[in-house]
């Protein structure tokens, strides 16, 4: 079945770094979603791409798609203590007949002040 | 609150006990998902519904977890004869259409431990 692999596992950065998260799905998609999950919460939607090449900006955060469609990476820039979480991307691939998102097992990003 | 709802937050339950969990979608979405989650992990697939269609179920789900959702509205998760290993946080999602086009709205989720 489908895989989605995110790397890295863990990273801390200090407060005002870049910090980046990526993902690699074992088949193509047909797009990528990703979420935020805060410590103690539940997966919040932050953003979907589903074209090939496709980059998308949300403030200091920073999306992209590749050009084959099996890997995803989200950027962000300069840190705030307010992004500390875990971010999931999940793949969506409806081929034979499968309507599931499949998540990575997420990258968990700690700033420290 | 418009969101997804879950029920109840917490549960604890003696091992070989039955146990039953509640979902309340957003009210418009016809399409409803559980997933469970383990600490370190990501969201795992377990079923979905269509309406009140459960059109597909993930190998994870044993003969023992069995969902419903009549009427396509609440959805109701149970497990029999709770076993140590099914203890996890037991997410619901929504989602209004194809997940091709939309996102998914997750509940709190219902965190299950089984002693």
């Known amino acids: 079945g489908q895989q989605v692999m995110q790397i890295p596992q863990y990273q801390h950065v200090q407060e005002g770094e870049d910090f980046t998260t990526y993902c690699n799905s074992s088949?193509?998609?047909?797009?990528i979603q990703w979420y935020k999950q805060r410590p103690g919460g539940h997966p919040v939607f932050l953003i979907q791409l589903v074209k090939s090449g496709e980059v998308k900006k949300q403030k200091r955060l920073t999306f992209q798609f590749g050009e084959a469609k099996k890997n995803s990476s989200l950027h962000i820039t300069a840190t705030q203590t307010t992004d500390v979480g875990t971010y999931f991307c999940a793949g969506y691939s409806p081929g034979a007949g499968s309507y599931q998102l499949t998540f990575g097992k997420g990258t968990k990003l700690s700033v420290i002040p | 609150d418009t969101g997804v709802s879950q029920d109840p937050r917490h549960k604890i339950t003696k091992r070989g006990q039955n146990v039953t969990f509640r979902c309340d979608p957003i009210s418009e979405h016809n399409r409803l998902y559980w997933y469970r989650q383990t600490l370190g992990q990501g969201p795992e697939f377990l079923t979905y519904f269509q309406n009140e269609a459960q059109l597909e179920k993930s190998r994870l789900l044993s003969d023992r977890f069995s969902a419903e959702r009549p009427k396509g509205s609440f959805s109701t998760l149970e497990i029999q004869r709770t076993e140590q290993g099914d203890s996890a946080m037991y997410l619901c999602?929504?989602?209004?259409?194809?997940?091709?086009?939309?996102?998914?709205?997750f509940g709190q989720g219902t965190r299950l431990t089984v002693v």
């Open positions: 999602a929504s989602s209004l259409g194809d997940l091709g086009n939309t996102e998914a709205f």
């Open positions: 088949t193509t998609l047909s797009n």
